[in-house]
């Protein structure tokens, strides 16, 4: 009888103990990761995996213990009873299978034989190192205007630039990105930040992102080499396959591009802690700079230049006399020209024709039509009956444009000033993302402001103008602001133009310094140098209030202009004003101008003073800036 209970207690310890470690094994990072789960707010964790049949067990996708157990047995289930192999859960779960032998809690008798889809897909992609790629800002596509990342498999360890452009080709490239439903923009917005779209991830050949992003929208690539051992890479590879079984609901400030390309790389490694560590709202380059924040997780940056920038870049090595037969090659699109020309000289302004017809045409280059497709062909002929070597040229890498070095996505501002209506005030601001004219260019786009929810808030002790005592008043809030200046310059103009919403206080005397919605739109030419931008704009903008008319709206159509002076790192000074004929409407014309001086004397901190007058009103501030 004794012996009986002292086995009985032996087995209900040896139980308590293997359920105590199987609960210690489900609330570990590393499970956690392969099954994306996050922790609730209160208490628990939810899998931010949509699919049911992610999951073994109908709670799964909120118990990781219950999950973790239901795996378990999956393995255990007679191979027989799978008509078909590749649903053999090592087949759909590679990553776990690795996890789960090496935890001990399945031994290879569990699992079947070769898994044919699975490792014909891992030997395609080949991996033996992993790079993460930001694709620079493109204003033209709503999505893409604060940049993409996505994963690079690569066939080999690489070292230098040259490698990069010799191989780089062969590798192939992970997309995490919405599958959009509706081709209507507003709705696309709300879908987009409600979670209204499958995001799914896909594997494709590398050079289609190329020629998406660097051929046909002109768009830099940075590659960051990621420090992994080939251990590592191969759990990476296994669950991208794993990433096939299901999808994820797409939010466009949350669960997007960027932060699951940091969720891949968690399952390698569960000390990074990468997706944790980015900002609650994720931007493409918050998931650069996590990676450059991890020590030694970095090894190398390359970097591929636009079609336009190489385009560019070519013209300008052009003499005069090969510039004058560049222009008439590129009108008509053959070598004809240059006939008697040295084949130096031909070969060199055939190249650099070729370089900007493939920047100019893109698109129909890319689609493979039927007369881009032959003029193409006839210069390159021509090109290879110079006998002239083409070598093969590398970009170094501009530090001050690297994105990781840019400052914060997000700007705290506190400042104070004085109103000659209101009187004295103090200001708080706060801006979303991402940049505009005055914030320093090291790692932005010098040619674009693109800001979203820029709130300013004013508080007056006396309302002077009301007769108040204090108030706090909305001065402005900027849903969206963009500029986007496409510079004057010989064979490379596109047409500059500005887009902004939301709500301002309106202070040209339209209205008794009323609080309005509404929107502005403009486009026109600019200019830009080493030391300074400028643009001319003919703008439009419409506001709503019931005090501005007896419509309660008003349109205003004028000129807009700005000037901007900067040194190469920190100070910013410029000149702006605008002009608007305004109808219908009390006040029938009104302008604005002013200047603002900005040092950014570390690259978190800036102090901003400006001065703006407008009809019937006058603004100083001074302010003080943080960004994060």
Same mark, same amino acid.
């Given at each position: 009888?004794?012996?009986?209970?002292?086995?009985?207690?032996?087995?209900?310890?040896?139980?308590?103990?293997?359920?105590?470690?199987?609960?210690?094994?489900?609330?570990?990072?590393?499970?956690?990761?392969?099954?994306?789960?996050?922790?609730?707010?209160?208490?628990?964790?939810?899998?931010?995996?949509? =699919?049911?049949? *992610?999951?073994?067990? @109908?709670?799964?996708?909120? &118990?990781?213990? %219950?999950?973790?157990?239901?795996? /378990?047995? !999956?393995?255990?289930?007679?191979?027989?009873?799978?008509?078909?192999?590749?649903?053999?859960? =090592?087949?759909? *779960?590679?990553?776990? @299978?690795?996890?789960?032998? &090496?935890?001990? %809690?399945?031994?290879?008798?569990? /699992?079947? !034989?070769?898994?044919?889809?699975?490792?014909?897909?891992?030997?395609?992609?080949?991996?033996?190192?992993?790079?993460?790629?930001?694709?620079?800002?493109?204003?033209?596509?709503?999505?893409?205007?604060?940049?993409?990342?996505?994963?690079?498999?690569?066939?080999?360890?690489?070292?230098?630039?040259?490698?990069?452009?010799?191989?780089?080709?062969?590798?192939?490239?992970?997309?995490?990105?919405?599958?959009?439903?509706?081709?209507?923009?507003?709705?696309?917005?709300?879908?987009?930040?409600?979670?209204?779209?499958?995001?799914?991830?896909?594997?494709?050949?590398?050079?289609?992102?190329?020629?998406?992003?660097?051929?046909?929208?002109?768009?830099?690539?940075?590659?960051?080499?990621?420090?992994?051992?080939?251990?590592?890479?191969?759990?990476?590879?296994?669950?991208?396959?794993?990433?096939?079984?299901?999808?994820?609901?797409?939010?466009?400030?949350?669960?997007?591009?960027?932060?699951?390309?940091?969720?891949?790389?968690?399952?390698?490694?569960?000390?990074?802690?990468?997706?944790?560590?980015?900002?609650?709202?994720?931007?493409?380059?918050?998931?650069?700079?996590?990676?450059?924040?991890?020590?030694?997780?970095?090894?190398?940056?390359?970097?591929?230049?636009?079609?336009?920038?190489?385009?560019?870049?070519?013209?300008?090595?052009?003499?005069?006399?090969?510039?004058?037969?560049?222009?008439?090659?590129?009108?008509?699109?053959?070598?004809?020209?240059?006939?008697?020309?040295?084949?130096?000289?031909?070969?060199?302004?055939?190249?650099?024709?070729?370089?900007?017809?493939?920047?100019?045409?893109?698109?129909?280059?890319?689609?493979?039509?039927?007369?881009?497709?032959?003029?193409?062909?006839?210069?390159?002929?021509?090109?290879?009956?110079?006998?002239?070597?083409?070598?093969?040229?590398?970009?170094?890498?501009?530090?001050?444009?690297?994105?990781?070095?840019?400052?914060?996505?997000?700007?705290?501002?506190?400042?104070?000033?004085?109103?000659?209506?209101?009187?004295?005030?103090?200001?708080?601001?706060?801006?979303?993302?991402?940049?505009?004219?005055?914030?320093?260019?090291?790692?932005?786009?010098?040619?674009?402001?693109?800001?979203?929810?820029?709130?300013?808030?004013?508080?007056?002790?006396?309302?002077?103008?009301?007769?108040?005592?204090?108030?706090?008043?909305?001065?402005?809030?900027?849903?969206?602001?963009?500029?986007?200046?496409?510079?004057?310059?010989?064979?490379?103009?596109?047409?500059?133009?500005?887009?902004?919403?939301?709500?301002?206080?309106?202070?040209?005397?339209?209205?008794?310094?009323?609080?309005?919605?509404?929107?502005?739109?403009?486009?026109?030419?600019?200019?830009?140098?080493?030391?300074?931008?400028?643009?001319?704009?003919?703008?439009?903008?419409?506001?709503?209030?019931?005090?501005?008319?007896?419509?309660?709206?008003?349109?205003?159509?004028?000129?807009?202009?700005?000037?901007?002076?900067?040194?190469?790192?920190?100070?910013?000074?410029?000149?702006?004003?605008?002009?608007?004929?305004?109808?219908?409407?009390?006040?029938?014309?009104?302008?604005?101008?002013?200047?603002?001086?900005?040092?950014?004397?570390?690259?978190?901190?800036?102090?901003?003073?400006?001065?703006?007058?407008?009809?019937?009103?006058?603004?100083?501030?001074?302010?003080?800036?943080?960004?994060?």
């Amino acid at each position: 009888m004794k012996t009986a209970l002292l086995l009985l207690s032996f087995l209900f310890l040896s139980n308590s103990l293997a359920q105590s470690s199987l609960e210690e094994i489900a609330y570990s990072k590393k499970w956690l990761n392969l099954l994306h789960y996050k922790k609730n707010f209160f208490s628990g964790y939810t899998s931010e995996a949509d =699919e049911p049949s *992610f999951f073994f067990h @109908t709670e799964g996708k909120s &118990n990781p213990l %219950l999950e973790l157990e239901e795996n /378990i047995k !999956s393995f255990k289930v007679s191979k027989s009873e799978f008509k078909d192999s590749s649903k053999r859960p =090592e087949c759909r *779960f590679p990553a776990r @299978t690795r996890f789960l032998l &090496n935890e001990g %809690l399945i031994n290879k008798n569990h /699992i079947g !034989s070769n898994c044919e889809k699975f490792e014909k897909f891992k030997n395609k992609v080949n991996a033996k190192s992993i790079s993460i790629v930001f694709s620079s800002y493109f204003l033209d596509t709503p999505a893409s205007a604060f940049g993409h990342t996505f994963m690079r498999l690569n066939k080999s360890v690489r070292n230098s630039a040259t490698e990069d452009q010799n191989f780089e080709l062969l590798d192939y490239a992970v997309n995490y990105s919405a599958t959009v439903t509706t081709s209507n923009s507003l709705l696309y917005a709300i879908m987009g930040f409600a979670g209204g779209f499958k995001g799914e991830f896909a594997a494709m050949p590398y050079f289609y992102k190329v020629r998406e992003y660097n051929d046909y929208e002109s768009r830099d690539l940075w590659s960051y080499d990621l420090n992994l051992t080939q251990e590592e890479v191969d759990t990476v590879v296994a669950h991208i396959w794993e990433m096939g079984q299901t999808y994820f609901n797409y939010f466009y400030l949350t669960e997007n591009c960027s932060y699951h390309m940091l969720g891949l790389l968690d399952v390698a490694n569960e000390k990074w802690d990468l997706a944790q560590r980015n900002p609650t709202f994720v931007l493409p380059v918050d998931t650069i700079k996590t990676l450059k924040n991890t020590p030694g997780l970095i090894k190398r940056i390359g970097y591929r230049p636009s079609k336009m920038r190489i385009a560019k870049d070519s013209v300008s090595k052009l003499n005069k006399e090969q510039e004058e037969l560049f222009k008439v090659v590129i009108q008509d699109k053959n070598a004809d020209s240059l006939k008697g020309l040295g084949n130096a000289d031909k070969a060199k302004v055939l190249d650099t024709a070729i370089d900007y017809l493939d920047y100019k045409y893109s698109e129909e280059i890319l689609l493979e039509k039927k007369e881009a497709t032959k003029w193409k062909q006839d210069l390159l002929i021509s090109r290879s009956e110079t006998g002239i070597q083409n070598t093969e040229k590398t970009y170094p890498i501009i530090e001050r444009e690297r994105p990781e070095r840019g400052h914060g996505s997000r700007r705290f501002t506190l400042g104070a000033g004085e109103d000659d209506k209101r009187g004295f005030y103090q200001t708080l601001s706060y801006r979303f993302t991402l940049h505009d004219f005055y914030d320093s260019d090291i790692g932005q786009n010098p040619q674009a402001t693109m800001e979203m929810m820029n709130l300013k808030l004013k508080f007056f002790n006396k309302d002077e103008l009301k007769k108040e005592d204090s108030k706090v008043i909305i001065d402005s809030l900027k849903v969206v602001n963009v500029i986007s200046l496409s510079p004057i310059k010989k064979y490379f103009s596109n047409l500059s133009w500005k887009f902004n919403a939301g709500l301002e206080t309106i202070k040209d005397s339209g209205c008794a310094q009323c609080l309005a919605p509404g929107f502005e739109v403009g486009g026109g030419a600019s200019m830009m140098g080493k030391y300074f931008k400028s643009y001319f704009f003919i703008t439009t903008d419409v506001d709503l209030h019931k005090e501005l008319s007896k419509e309660g709206a008003r349109l205003g159509i004028g000129p807009e202009a700005e000037l901007i002076f900067n040194t190469e790192e920190s100070f910013k000074l410029g000149f702006f004003g605008d002009y608007k004929w305004r109808f219908p409407a009390h006040e029938k014309k009104t302008y604005r101008y002013g200047s603002r001086l900005r040092y950014t004397f570390i690259p978190s901190m800036a102090v901003t003073v400006e001065w703006v007058k407008e009809k019937r009103s006058n603004q100083s501030e001074a302010s003080l800036s943080y960004y994060f």
